[in-house]
């Protein structure tokens, strides 16, 4: 048979309670005080701290009208060229001049930029639907050195 003994002493709830809550103020306070350690501003020989300088405003980009395209075909349809020049041209772009890449086995259209036309390049990608844009690695030829925005036609 067994026998239970009654706790005579009731359990100290309120007591844990309050010593929970010290506990967690304490930590609390911890992180108040050491979240703006390690961030100072630097202090000018005057003792003031220095204004914030403005952000610079980033270059627009430069219009579609002051821009010229070197399309060139590299899927072998005939005209696919001449159709996209068009196509940009309708864009609001300079000008547009089709013609033939050097290989006809391209599966993929892209957009190449030369350095400093990155953005761009982006934008003429949207503008005709094309995914990929990279870097011009100076493949071209030196005839299509003025271009900075190439286009080069694929299957897709």
């Not at 196509?87 to 290989?103: F, K, W």
């Not at 599966?107 to 390049?121: D, I, K, M």
């Not at 990608?125 to 995914?131: M, N, S, T």
Request: with cysteine; aromatic share 6%; charged share 20%.
């Amino acid at each position: 048979m067994e026998h239970t003994q009654p706790f005579n002493r009731p359990f100290p709830w309120r007591l844990a309670t309050l010593v929970g809550c010290a506990v967690a103020l304490a930590t609390l306070a911890g992180l108040v005080l050491t979240h703006g350690q390690g961030q100072t501003r630097p202090v000018s020989d005057t003792g003031r701290v220095p204004k914030r300088q403005p952000a610079t405003p980033p270059v627009p980009l430069r219009p579609r009208s002051s821009l010229s395209v070197l399309i060139l075909n590299g899927n072998g349809i005939s005209g696919a060229a001449g159709k996209e020049a068009a196509a940009i041209v309708a864009r609001g772009y300079r000008h547009a001049v089709p013609g033939d890449a050097q290989s006809l086995d391209y599966t993929r259209s892209v957009v190449l930029f030369r350095p400093g036309w990155q953005r761009e390049a982006s934008r003429l990608a949207r503008d005709a639907k094309i995914r990929l844009v990279g870097s011009l690695d100076g493949s071209l030829p030196t005839a299509d050195d003025g271009y900075k925005l190439v286009v080069i036609l694929g299957q897709n």
